[in-house]
């Protein structure tokens, strides 16, 4: 039996998701859940197959909520079902970790679906999503690889670039040397290079120091 937990602060939501899934035999609505807490609190007791989450629920959002259970639940499926329209929330949900984003208009012919799809391994969004999501990857890998840093990286790789010491760009940013340390740590392997010398020849290339 796949053990499902719902979770929605509105009892006509999560009696809907109760009554789609009833008809199917090898499934069931364990669980429900009205706010983030209760969501988590049934997660860190219980074993579940998937978690239908929504995106505004009162106390911790599911945003917060869904993260947390990456956190402890890694392996846990969480398909979001919202109200809000795709372009508003299913980035950033998938960004963090969710299978699938459904909204809660196209739950009654989709829910079921998007749950199998996700328990085969797959994620599930609707084919306007997908293109979405294809071109914000084709926009993420034509990114220079420096806009990928933080803005405290970035100084660092500029400081870095420009010769200056390890001590010396501690004492000038206020920071540990164990902290500028990690910062170039980040660096490398965000920008996939080698060492400081990479660094510098990435910089001038690009002509980042003026």
């Known amino acids: 039996m796949i053990r499902v937990l719902v979770a929605d602060d509105h009892p006509v939501v999560r009696q809907g998701v109760k009554q789609v ?3 199917e035999s090898d499934m069931a609505v364990l669980g429900e859940a009205r706010n983030g807490q209760e969501v988590l609190d049934l997660v860190h007791r219980e074993n579940w197959d998937i978690l239908v989450l929504d995106v505004t629920m009162p ?8 993260k947390e259970i990456k956190h402890m639940q890694p392996k846990l499926p969480v398909l979001i079902l919202s109200v809000h329209p795709e372009d508003q929330y299913a980035l950033r949900t998938l960004k963090a970790g969710a299978s699938g984003y459904l909204t809660k208009e196209s739950a009654p012919d989709q829910l079921v679906l998007a749950i199998r799809k ?10 306007t999503l997908a293109e979405k999501l294809a071109s914000h990857l084709r926009a993420e890998a034509q990114r220079p690889p420096h806009e990928v840093l933080s803005d405290r990286e970035y100084q660092v790789l500029l400081m870095v670039a420009s ?3 390890t001590r010396a760009i501690a004492e000038e940013m206020s ?3 164990k902290t500028i340390h990690t910062f170039r740590a980040r660096i490398l392997e965000k920008m996939g290079m080698r060492g400081n010398a990479d660094l510098a020849y990435y910089v001038f290339r690009n002509r980042l120091l003026v």
């Open 21 to 23: 899934i009833s008809e």
């Open 163 to 165: 010769g200056k010491q």
């Open 118 to 127: 996700i328990l085969q391994g797959g994620k599930y969004v609707s084919p």
């Open 59 to 66: 106390g911790k959002g599911g945003l917060e909520v869904l």
């Open 175 to 177: 920071l540990s040397v």
